[in-house]
Nanobody
Framework: QVQLVESGGGLVQAGGSLRLSCAASGRTFSRYGMGWFRQAPGKEREFVAAISWSRRTNYADSVKGRFTISRDNAKNTIYLQMNSLKPEDTAVYYC???????????????WGQGTQVTVSS
């Protein structure tokens, strides 16, 4: 069982930056693939970024070059550094964990409760 708690969301102007954190419980954190998804009002939950146990990363095309995912296994925590934020990045951001590589929402075993990110124009 893995519990995930996100933090770091908030309100920021377009062009600004935010860093999201996701703290995970459990002794086997380093074995899990971790990722971030987001869901805007009226839209489906969509993949943002993922990092494997071996630190291989993958990004949605919409955030490549602007967002960076990282993990600190000593702290059981992953991060999402978001730069050059745009109004279309506004969404609830969810942390995800799975023993398999993360690519789609359907395959994720564990979810956090979500944190709101709002980007004003």
């Amino acid at each position: 069982q893995v519990q995930l708690v996100e933090s770091g969301g908030g309100l920021v102007q377009a062009g600004g930056s935010l860093r999201l954190s996701c703290a995970a419980s459990g002794r086997t954190f380093s074995r899990y693939g971790m990722g971030w998804f987001r869901q805007a009002p009226g839209k489906e939950r969509e993949f943002v970024a993922a990092i494997s146990w071996s630190r291989r990363t993958n990004y949605a095309d919409s955030v490549k070059g602007r967002f960076t995912i990282s993990r600190d296994n000593a702290k059981n925590t992953i991060y999402l550094q978001m730069n050059s934020l745009k109004p279309e990045d506004t969404a609830v951001y969810y942390c995800a964990a799975d023993l398999s590589p993360i690519a789609t929402a359907e395959s994720v075993d564990y979810w956090g409760q979500g944190t709101q990110v709002t980007v004003s124009s």
